[in-house]
């Protein structure tokens, strides 16, 4: 992750895949989250449940099965 940053730091674009949101809070500047092939780029800020825009919360929480036992 350190050498990632640096990275980033220099200005080289870094394109990775995490499933952990933890990890995007932290790491990401932008993200792309996908559902059925289709995206849309959010703020890292925007994947805290609290401020996550309504057709996010869904991915965020666990993809088309959220809320459900």
């Known amino acids: 992750i350190r050498i990632l940053r640096q990275m980033a730091d220099e200005g080289v674009t ?3 895949v995490l499933h952990d949101m933890d ?6 500047d932008e ?5 059925g092939g289709h995206g849309r780029w959010v703020a890292p800020s925007a994947l805290n449940h ?4 309504a057709q ?3 991915f965020t929480l666990g993809g088309r099965h959220a809320g459900t036992a």
């Open 14 to 16: 870094i394109i990775i």
């Open 56 to 58: 996010m919360v869904p």
């Open 23 to 28: 990890h995007l809070r932290r790491l990401a």
């Open 31 to 35: 993200v792309l989250m996908l559902n």
């Open 50 to 53: 609290q401020h996550a825009p």
